[in-house]
């Protein structure tokens, strides 16, 4: 038997439709917070899975889809959602640690 996956927020749709007997979400810590998120904080981490993508990353493309996701916010609104995605990339993507001298 295969273990479970620890999330299916971190696993592709493909894997996702073609073996979902891996995934128990009923018992998934992450998926228990995610339900439990605001509107806002959930669009922000919505707008964080599809942009912190390696698709995203090697096309340079954050700007520019990160404007055209997001056009119906004012200015305060995007700033909000910037503060939003900073904090969850850096949680996944910690900044490297400088080793002391």
């Keep these: 038997m295969r273990p479970h ?17 891996l995934f128990d979400c009923g018992s998934c810590a992450i998926s228990c917070q995610l339900s439990e998120l605001d509107a806002d904080n959930a669009k922000a981490w919505h707008l964080a899975k ?16 990160l404007v055209r996701l997001t056009p119906d916010l004012d200015e305060v609104g995007f700033e909000d959602l910037l503060r939003r995605l900073d904090l969850i990339y850096d949680v996944l993507v910690p900044a490297p640690q400088r080793r002391q001298e």
Excluded: I, K, N, Y
Excluded at 6 to 11: A, G, P, T
């Design 50 to 65: 599809l942009l912190l993508t390696r698709f995203v990353a090697d096309t340079q493309g954050l700007g520019p889809w």
């Design 5 to 21: 996956l620890v999330c299916c927020q971190f696993s592709d749709d493909e894997l996702l439709a073609s073996e979902p007997e």
